[in-house]
């Protein structure tokens, strides 16, 4: 059973940082594409970025520029580096990883983003 293990969530005021990481129980070389997605109160779960084995990235617009994603490519976590936080990205946050077999997704971590 693949687990991934997210943490790095909190409360942030407006404008802070905060950086996410998730690590799978998964030999890294069985991972096609690593990932993050959020789900605000209400809405639908939307993209926030992807990064592949390859290294190619890919952002959701509403993060381009403040948000960095990265990997370890000797281990397996895979991090979300958030800057200039808006209260719009106040979301529960989900790692994702691709398989050539499956897809898995974390628990999520709560982002909270308030004066």
């Known amino acids: 059973q693949v687990q991934l293990v997210e943490s790095g969530g909190g409360l942030v005021q407006p404008g802070g940082s905060l950086r996410l990481s998730c690590a799978a129980s998964?030999?890294?070389?069985?991972?096609?594409?690593m990932g993050w997605y959020r789900q605000a109160p209400g809405k639908e779960r939307e993209l926030v970025a992807t990064?592949?084995?390859?290294?190619?990235?890919d952002y959701a617009d509403s993060v381009k520029g403040r948000f960095t994603i990265s990997r370890d490519n000797a281990k397996n976590p895979v991090y979300l580096q958030m800057n200039s936080l808006k209260p719009e990205d106040t979301a529960v946050y989900y790692c994702?990883?691709?398989?050539?077999?499956?897809?898995?997704w974390g628990r999520g971590t709560q982002v909270t983003v308030s004066s």
């Open positions: 998964i030999s890294i070389f069985s991972i096609y594409v």
């Open positions: 994702y990883v691709r398989t050539s077999s499956a897809d898995y």
């Open positions: 990064i592949t084995r390859g290294g190619n990235t």
